[in-house]
Structure formats: C-alpha cells, structure tokens
C-alpha cells in the first residue's frame, strides 16, 4: 500500500529565515506531488503540484519555491520566511488527476 | 462568488442521528467530487469519490451529486463520536487543482 511522509510534523521559524520541508511517498511509481497551505478560515490552498522529476508547476505567486529532486520526493523551501507564510502545510499525492490522498502535515508558525 | 460554498458550521447531533452535509459550487465543468474528513491536526482523509451525478454508498455513508443544481451532498447514518470531525468537499474538471470548500465542523455527542 502507498504511505506518504512529512516531516517536520511541526516547526517554529523567525521571520526572515530559510525553510526546507519534505515529503516523500512510497509504494508507488511517478505519482503526481501537491503542496498545499491551509490557514485558518481560508481553505486548502493549492501551491505547487509535479507531474514528474524536475517539472514544477505553481498555482499562486509568493516567495516559496518546490522542487522534485527524486521521482517520490517533493521539497518546499522559501529563503525568506514571512508571517504571512504560517500555516499547516500539506503534501498529497495522485495516480491520477483528481483523487489526491494527503499526508500527515507541517505546523509552520513564523514569529 | 467563490467556486465552492461550504457552511462552516459548527453543526452538534446527537449520538445516531443521521447527518446532512452540503456544497454548492458555481462552475458548470466540475466533474469529479470528494469528500474529505480531517481530524483536528491531521491531514484530510478521503472519504468518498463521486464522478458526475448520482449516489454512492460506503457503509454508513452516501454521497450525493446534483449537477443541474449544483449541490454536492454527504449523509452519515448512525452517526458516532469517532465521526466528530472537519469535512471538506472538494470537486475538479479533470484538471490537477481541486477546488476545496473550507469545511464544515462535526461534532457527535454521547
């Protein structure tokens, strides 16, 4: 069965420092990626998604960054944290389009 | 008007009783339709996948799709604490965004 990781599970940052948060699924073969950030009362709000190694689309225009170094590995960095940037952020994955099954999360609060 | 429309709630039942939960969206090209159930600090959960109109059932619940209205809809018989939850829907045109509600707080009490 297909199990997808994150980790931190969660994270405190100053405002202005780098960010690295990983996801990882296994038990599958070139899944498509997803971040998301869910904020209080605003939703689950799509960020970035990968359909394959290196191929990284974005949804919303911000200072945070993705990248899909290996086939089952998605990555979300931002070199300057704002405070606008906390939130629980979420990774899924998809086999095909639309049924997207999400992991476990990243509490991110910036101070 | 957003794409999806969700009450956030909080809606209280009663240990058993049956529950309604409700969307409405605005975009005639949404096909496909989810239910999600998170648990507070948790990543959602999938639920139940509906394509196009017509019901689902799984268990205790029902999905239901009513394109021509556009309204979503998802029943929970013999409700039960375990089910006090987050419930997003969520529905895409076959694209790689899905469009969530903001979801509708559950709560089932002994």
């Known amino acids: 069965s297909q199990t997808i990781h994150q980790w931190p599970a969660t994270l405190v940052q100053p405002v202005g420092s780098p960010l690295s948060l990983e996801c990882t699924v296994e038990g599958t073969s070139n899944p498509n990626l997803y971040w998301y950030r869910q904020a209080a009362g605003r939703g689950l709000q799509l960020l970035f998604y990968s359909v394959g190694i290196g191929q990284i689309s974005s949804e919303v225009p911000q200072n945070l960054s993705a990248s899909r170094p290996q086939d089952r590995q998605f990555i979300l960095s931002s070199k300057k944290l704002l405070l606008s940037d906390s939130g629980f952020y979420l990774c899924?994955?998809?086999?095909?389009?639309?049924?997207?099954?999400f992991g476990p999360g990243t509490r991110l609060t910036v101070l | 008007q957003k794409e999806v429309e969700q009450d956030p709630g909080p809606l209280s039942v009663p240990e058993g009783a049956i529950v309604s939960l409700n969307c409405t969206y605005s975009?005639?090209?949404?096909?496909?339709f989810m239910w999600y159930r998170q648990y507070s600090r948790k990543g959602p959960e999938l639920l139940m996948y509906?394509?196009?109109?017509g019901n689902k059932e799984d268990g205790r619940f029902t999905a239901q799709v009513d394109k021509s209205s556009k309204y979503i809809s998802l029943f929970i018989r013999d409700s039960q604490p375990s089910d006090s939850a987050t419930y997003l829907c969520?529905?895409?045109?076959?694209?790689?965004?899905?469009?969530f509600g903001k979801g509708t707080s559950l709560l089932v009490t002994p």
């Open positions: 969520a529905m895409s045109g076959g694209g790689y965004a899905l469009n």
């Open positions: 899924a994955w998809s086999s095909v389009k639309d049924t997207q099954y």
């Open positions: 509906t394509y196009s109109s």
């Open positions: 975009n005639s090209a949404f096909q496909y």
